[in-house]
């Protein structure tokens, strides 16, 4: 792909607030290369939605995210509301805490980042569509409940600490493990049990730098479902010694599925983590929409 125009959309609070620094730091990739670029600041939560739900594409190669997991979740949920369908594909340069997505596509360098999406190179980006009772919301990386929500929720209250808040989060959530009740139905498959936490994952990793999701691909088609129900305290931090690399996977607590879609009804109403930002509760159906829009890729 020849890329001669990008739309540009930044956020300067997300992670350390160094976005406008790193868009800085790549500039002379994209000049070098010939390059225009339209560059568009968000002023506050959502504007990044509004932004792409909006901008005019005719003249665009592609769109870019300086930031975080949640400014790239706001900028596919632009793209999809709206009324056409998108082509361009999107590229995220990591500014911000957990940058999941960015570490699934082996994008951790912002400068490596903008040289991969200067090269052209995109690949189909599988959607989640989550129905909510309230709304309707689209994620790229991970739809969570139960104790991953939980986690999410405290490391919000320590975000003083950056990226090792997600681990301090989630040591807290092990010691204290909560169950709640709930009907899981995957694919055509339901459920009734206890349970820990389910997590759809898109990509591989979560958090900051949990491999939560070893086998998950982008644009396979599929959502990797992690299952966990009853699990005593020292299963759980088995499984936390071993999910940054992966080797979680033989463990007999954790359960995984491939699927096109699930849904949870649980006792009461439960906060749902969508792309690490805490939108609406449970009941909930979620739903794969495959290739719904490209990403950028090595």
Known sequence: MNVRRLAVVVNPRGGKRNGLRVLERVLPIFDAAGIELEVYVTERAGHATEIARTLGLKSLSGICAVGGDGTFHEVANGLMQRDESISLPIGIIPAGTGNSVAQHLQFDDPMEAARRI???????????????????????????WGAVSDINVTAEKIRFMGPVRYTVAALRH??????????????????????????ACNTKYTGAGMKLAPEAEVGDGKLDVV????????????????????????????????????????????RMNCDGEMKGNSPMTATLIPSALSVFVR
């Open 174 to 199: 092990i010691l204290t493990p909560k169950m709640r009740r709930a009907t899981l139905v995957l694919d055509d498959i339901t459920t009734t049990d206890d349970f820990l936490f389910v997590m």
């Open 227 to 270: 299952v966990i129900r009853r699990v005593s305290r020292w299963q759980m931090l088995r499984l936390f010694m071993k999910v940054f690399d992966g080797s979680h996977v033989g463990l007999s607590c954790i359960e995984f599925h491939q699927v096109r879609s699930f849904s949870i009804q649980s006792d009461i109403a439960d």
């Open 118 to 144: 200067v090269a052209g190179r995109f690949q189909p980006l599988d959607v989640v569509r989550v129905a909510l009772q309230d709304r309707v919301i689209h994620c790229v990386n991970i739809v969570g």
